[in-house]
């Protein structure tokens, strides 16, 4: 089973500065990760899909890049509406299971 | 618009059974696969069930393997989730998820989710 490790588990930034999240994988998932964030009391949102292509409606600050066991979703610059958890996805061909990470949390400092 | 909207959620006793339906709008649903996701109160995103798009093919998260069953009716645009053998872990709320596939998979669209609380 793969197993996803996200971190830093907590960023402190403010508004206007550039995040950095990671997400690792256990074994090579190739490009197949995905990204989405998900605001208090909300479903998840996708994000970015197979690494690096942005979702539809997903403003250009956003950007997801890496591959085989090491993947980055950088915001460039931070707006107040993203301050949220975000989580990395990956799903093996068969069996069909779905792996998230264990989430970062990005708050407001 | 897409749309996926789940009812059935509700407390049960351990040991109860509960069954989960999504309505799903604005697609062709007969030519998704479909899942079931849930979030246990203050906790991360974990896969629980999956289906293709025929209903012929389903597999479950080892957590709920032989309790629970996922399934479909393409003529009805819904999908279920028959869950039998309550546990407190089982408490979550649960998410009906449409799943994509291009290079990999992920979950494009999510309905709004419902709550299941397991609890005597």
């Known amino acids: 089973e793969i197993v996803l490790t996200q971190s830093p588990a907590t960023l402190s930034l403010s508004p206007g500065e550039r995040a950095t999240l990671s997400c690792r994988a256990s074994?090579?998932?190739?490009?197949?990760l995905a990204w989405y964030q998900q605001k208090p009391g909300q479903a998840p949102r996708l994000l970015i899909y197979?690494?690096?292509n942005r979702a539809t409606g997903i403003p250009a600050r956003f950007s997801g890049s890496g591959s085989g066991t090491d993947f980055t979703l950088t915001i460039s610059s931070l707006e107040p509406e993203d301050f949220a958890v975000y989580y990395c996805q990956q799903r093996t061909s068969w069996p069909p299971m779905y792996t998230f990470g264990q989430g970062t949390k990005l708050e407001s400092k | 618009e897409v749309q996926l909207v789940e009812s059935g959620g509700g407390w049960v006793q351990p040991g109860g059974s509960l069954r989960l339906s999504c309505a799903a709008s604005g697609f062709t649903f007969s030519s998704y696969e479909m899942n079931w996701v849930r979030q246990a109160p203050g906790k991360g995103l974990e896969w629980v069930s999956y289906?293709?798009?025929?209903?012929?093919?389903?597999y479950n998260a080892d957590s709920v393997k032989g309790r629970f069953t996922i399934s479909r009716d393409n003529a009805k645009n819904s999908l279920y989730l028959q869950m039998n053998s309550l546990r407190a872990e089982d408490t979550a709320v649960y998410y009906c998820?449409?799943?994509?596939?291009?290079?990999?998979?992920?979950?494009?669209?999510w309905g709004q989710g419902t709550l299941v609380t397991v609890s005597s």
């Open positions: 289906i293709t798009s025929s209903g012929k093919t389903i």
């Open positions: 197979d690494a690096s």
């Open positions: 998820a449409r799943g994509d596939c291009s290079v990999g998979c992920y979950v494009s669209s």
């Open positions: 074994q090579s998932v190739s490009n197949y």
